[in-house]
Structures are given as C-alpha cells and as structure tokens.
C-alpha cells in the first residue's frame, strides 16, 4: 500500500513520520517545501504522478487566532485545498485520510459531542475546517475525517512546551481554568491512524467522521498542573504559583468553546484504537525532550 503523507513537518505529521517509519508500509513523506497544497494546479500534478493509495492528510493553517485576521488564507488552506486534495482522491480512488478539530463545536454542550452532533464554529479557524470536511464529503472519495482536540507532542509548537518555556521563566502563571477539552498526544493519533490503515481495504464502508482524543477531560488550568508535576519530578523549573482565570479575564481574538469534550466511542468500536492517556504523554514527551 503506497501513502502520501502531506505536511510532514507539523507535529502530526513527524509523528505520522516516528510511527510509520516502523511499519512495512510504502511512504512517501511531503513537507510545504515539496507539496505545497496551497498550489492546486501543482498539487494536483504532483499527487496524480505519486498515485497513492491513501494520501493522510497532516496539512493546516493553526493559529487560531491570527486565522481572525487572516480569513483568506486560513480559508485556503483549511477548506479550499482540501477540496482540491479531496477531489484528486477521488479521482484516484484512494483513501484521505483528513484531520479536523473541536473547534467546529460551540461549546455549549453539557455532554461528550457525537459525530453527528450540530456544529457551529466560533471562530474563522474553526469555520474554515469545518467547510473542510464538507468539501471532503461532497467530493465523493472515500474518507475518514478524524476530529481531534488539543494537540501536543515533543514536537513544533504547542501548550505543553509553551508552559515548559514559561514555567522555567516565570513564578507565577495565570492558566485558564473555565475552557474543558481533552489533551491529545499527537504519537497517539498516528498510532491510531497507522493501525486504521490495516482495516480500511476491507472496511469500504467506513468513509465518515470520527472523534479521537484524550481520555479525560480537562482545563487548561488542570492540563498545565499536570504537567508542572511532571516537569517537577523530572528536575525542571517551575513557577510557584499556578492561578486558575476565566476566559473572559485573558481575551483572545478567537472565541473558543467552552466545553469541546468529544466522545471517541465510534471510532472505538469501528476500528482498534484505545483513548490517548494525556497524563502517560505528558511523562513521554518530557522525557524526550530531556533527551
Ligand atoms: N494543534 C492543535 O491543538 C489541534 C487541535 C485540534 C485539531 N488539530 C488538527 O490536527 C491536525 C494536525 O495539527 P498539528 O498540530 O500537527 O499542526 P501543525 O504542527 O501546525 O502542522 C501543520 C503543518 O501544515 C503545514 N502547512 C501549512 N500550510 C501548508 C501548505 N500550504 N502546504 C503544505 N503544508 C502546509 C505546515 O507547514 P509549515 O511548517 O511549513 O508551516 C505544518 O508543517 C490539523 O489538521 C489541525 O487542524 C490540531
């Protein structure tokens, strides 16, 4: 089986990267600098020359909140070169294998969202992945869109290494405290994806969205005191004083859900994947990174 990872460079995508790397599997590992998914002609050119059988798609416009001020190219990337991407699937006939966020929720739940739960983005960020998937889903290829929720890794840029940074700077943090999500080890999510690609030449009918993320819910507040635990035990710095704020005391341009627990048991039954143990990831990231 030959697959196109696009975006290789992200923290998924050098995690797609560590957990293929021990398979059998025939990749062909692309970074912006070979495919550059904002070019559709090439794009198309490129990824019809490789004739992948799935193509995992690790590409996307991330920050949050300059996505508010950058409506076009958060627009772009997140829901018009998909489109693009998805449309060359189809042709192909392969798989995509696409990645999308919790950010399409409101957050006004009070309950884990299910696949099929309304959606009603807050922000550009989410807006432009969720036109994503439906560009995806009226494509006509066969898919699997796998919605995660805040992503860490020991790579590229995120919470976790944020509050590293920070917590060996400073002595007193203010974390947000009223935001709940589920922390997602970005190792887990390719571990998840590499054993899905086992089942989907026999699973033709699996095309659809699933839920994939931590398996207990959070606040930031909550995910930054446990990492500091962790941080402390491996001899690292740390502030001395951690507050717990609400949003409305740290603003951002984009408003985010307040509640983006999502639940994971399609995906659990549908293929053999287990929750990502964000307390276990914490420890593994940080024992990486201390090298
Ligand atoms: N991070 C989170 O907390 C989070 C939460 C929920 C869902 N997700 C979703 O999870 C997926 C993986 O996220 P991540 O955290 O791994 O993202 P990431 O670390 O920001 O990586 C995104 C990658 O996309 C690449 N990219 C952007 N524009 C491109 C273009 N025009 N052509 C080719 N590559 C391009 C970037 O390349 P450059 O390095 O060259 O910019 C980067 O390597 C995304 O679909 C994201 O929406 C993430």
């Known amino acids: 089986m030959k697959i196109l990872v696009l975006g290789c460079k992200g923290q998924l995508g050098q995690c797609l990267n560590d957990q293929l790397a021990i398979t059998e599997h025939d990749v062909v590992y692309t970074s912006r600098g070979q495919i550059d998914i904002a070019k559709f002609e090439v794009t198309k050119a490129q990824i019809l020359e490789i004739s992948p059988d799935i193509v995992i798609n690790a590409t996307a416009y991330t920050a949050v909140d300059k996505a508010e001020e950058e409506r076009q190219a958060a627009d772009r990337i997140n829901h018009l070169a998909v489109a693009n991407i998805s449309n060359i699937c189809d042709q192909l006939d392969c798989w995509l294998i696409h ?14 969202y299910k696949e099929d739960n309304p ?4 922000g550009v960020y989410g807006e432009s992945k969720l036109k994503g998937e439906a560009a995806i889903e009226a494509s006509g290829c066969k898919y699997l869109i796998i919605r995660t929720a805040w992503v860490y890794s ?3 840029n995120n919470f976790l290494k944020t509050m590293l940074r920070l917590g060996a700077d400073r002595g007193e943090l203010s974390i947000v405290g009223d935001q709940i999500g589920c922390p997602t080890y970005a190792q887990d999510i390719a571990k998840s994806i590499v054993s899905i690609l086992a089942c989907l030449d026999l699973k033709d009918s699996s095309s659809g969205i699933y839920h994939y993320c931590g398996d207990e819910p959070c606040s930031w507040y909550d995910f930054a005191r446990a990492i500091f635990v962790e941080a402390e035990v ?5 502030p001395g004083y951690v507050k717990s704020i609400k949003t409305s005391d740290y603003p951002t341009p984009a408003i985010r859900p307040a509640y983006s627990v999502l639940d994971c048991s399609k995906i659990e039954s549908c293929f053999d994947v287990t929750r990502s143990s964000w307390r276990e ?8 990174l201390q090298g």
């Open 99 to 112: 990645v999308s966020t919790d950010y399409v929720f409101d957050g006004h739940s009070a309950v884990p």
């Open 154 to 156: 020991e790579y590229g």
């Open 234 to 238: 491996h001899g690292l710095k740390i």
């Open 119 to 122: 959606t009603n983005p807050q």
């Open 281 to 288: 990831g914490i420890k593994t990231v940080i024992d990486r």
